[in-house]
């Protein structure tokens, strides 16, 4: 909402109000801009701390759905049931138009038969609303600590830390996009080299 002409015009004494209640208006006026403002301010702020929540009101939800999902299935590729796609279609339409996951769809069918996540940084975001910011921060470091030549064993390292393979395989596939390794190719494998 825009106020400043109303501010500008106060501040230099045109106003209908007289006496002391000029000052009240005043201040009023100015605490609710600024009030504005810092609301402005705040979505334009959480827009950039956190895009993907910023999608619809329902991502933060239907992330953990997903998640869930994919814990239970061991898998980045998931089928949600008539019902949940229902309940979060226009987040999960909104998901795929951004990349984030692809729907596979069957003729005849409203529902897609399989939903696949396939945004490395949405899967771990995903993670990372669920609460699994400290085996994020494990697979982190331990990828971060190796030397240079090193091979990793996303499963290994799944074991070790306790999460799913989806994740780490999610680790390796970012570092490759960013040049620090190579993700191995062979089918069914979750192995990276160290570059």
């Not at 049931?81 to 729907?103: C, N, P, W």
């Not at 090193?150 to 994740?167: A, Q, R, Y």
Request: net charge negative; charged share 25%; with cysteine.
């Amino acid at each position: 909402m825009k106020l400043d002409w109303t501010l500008s015009l106060a501040k230099i004494g045109i106003s209908t109000i007289k006496g002391d209640a000029i000052s009240v208006a005043i201040e009023t006026l100015s605490l609710f801009k600024s009030n504005q403002d810092s609301k402005v301010i705040d979505e334009r702020f959480k827009l950039f701390e956190d895009p993907i929540s910023s999608i619809h009101p329902d991502v933060l939800l239907v992330s953990e759905v997903l998640y869930i999902a994919m814990v239970e299935n061991n898998s980045t590729t998931i089928q949600l049931t008539e019902r949940v796609f229902d309940k979060y279609r226009r987040s999960l339409q909104m998901l795929e138009a951004r990349g984030h996951i692809k729907f596979t769809h069957v003729a005849g069918s409203r529902y897609p038969l399989y939903i696949h996540i396939c945004s490395p940084i949405y899967t771990l975001y995903t993670a990372s609303i669920s609460e699994k910011n400290k085996e994020l921060d494990e697979i982190s470091k331990l990828i971060d600590t190796q030397a240079v030549g090193t091979w990793l064993d996303g499963s290994k390292i799944g074991s070790d830390i306790n999460c799913p393979v989806f994740l780490v395989n999610s680790f390796f596939e970012l570092w490759q996009e960013q040049g620090i390794g190579f993700k191995s190719k062979t089918r069914g494998s979750c192995n990276f080299l160290v570059n």
